[in-house]
């Protein structure tokens, strides 16, 4: 079956205080790997797909970086609004299920 | 416009009654899904149509039945309501099966049984 563990739980950084959200994954043969963002009472927001070892996506101040076992979300000089919940999600190539971990609360004070 | 609506918002109802959750979208996507999101923030996939077909269906109790009459509607009508049903319950679309433009969620339905 496949898994995603997502650490850490909970992450709280300044305003301008890089860091890195990890997401590591067991699937039989992966077809993709997903970010999500969720808010407070709303569904998940589409972020990044990633494919394949050493694929790199970017979008304003997030980054997400994928190898053979894990996937990084790197958040370079968040802001406050940055602040939401980030959903990893693996999928398998046998029926397209999408698995999610239980994600990382970031909080970015101003 | 709203791209992916459930309705309703919130369901608050006594245990053992019957209740549906209804989905629309107006993406022109041909996959619809409804995953459960529990008291912890586990997002699980319950069901997946595609262009009406059911193609998931994960160890669900009986009492959940999906029922797709159109390619833009996907309802889930839920018996003998239990307390351990209690969560949030969302709707989402995709372009097709594959998703690789991503998921689009609905914003969710808290269903709280007493």
């Known amino acids: 079956e496949d898994q995603v563990t997502q650490s850490p739980e909970a992450l709280r950084l300044q305003e301008g205080e890089s860091s890195s959200l990890n997401c590591s994954y067991t699937?039989?043969?992966?077809?993709?790997l997903f970010w999500y963002r969720q808010d407070p009472g709303k569904g998940p927001e589409f972020l990044f797909t990633?494919?394949?070892a050493g694929e790199e996506k970017e979008k304003e101040r997030l980054k997400a970086t994928l190898t053979k076992k894990e996937s990084f979300l790197h958040i370079t000089a968040p802001k406050p609004e940055d602040s939401a919940t980030y959903l990893c999600a693996v999928q398998g190539g046998s029926n397209y299920k999408l698995t999610f971990g239980k994600g990382t609360l970031l909080t970015v004070n101003p | 416009d709203t791209a992916v609506s459930q309705t309703p918002k919130y369901l608050v109802t006594q245990m053992g009654n019957d209740k549906s959750i209804k989905c629309e979208q107006n993406?022109?996507?041909?996959?619809m899904y409804w995953y459960k999101q529990d008291s912890k923030k586990f997002l699980k996939i319950m069901f997946s149509?595609?262009?009406?077909?059911?193609?998931i269906n994960e160890t669900v109790p009986n009492r959940f039945s999906p029922k797709s009459p159109d390619k833009a509607h996907l309802n889930l009508h839920i018996n003998s309501l239990e307390l351990g049903d209690s969560a949030v319950y969302f709707c989402?679309?995709?372009?097709?099966?594959?998703?690789?433009?991503?998921?689009?969620f609905g914003s969710g339905t808290r269903l709280t049984v007493v």
């Open positions: 149509y595609n262009n009406k077909e059911l193609i």
């Open positions: 699937v039989s043969g992966l077809r993709g």
């Open positions: 990633l494919y394949s």
């Open positions: 993406l022109g996507h041909d996959t």
């Open positions: 989402a679309s995709s372009q097709d099966v594959r998703g690789d433009y991503g998921y689009t």
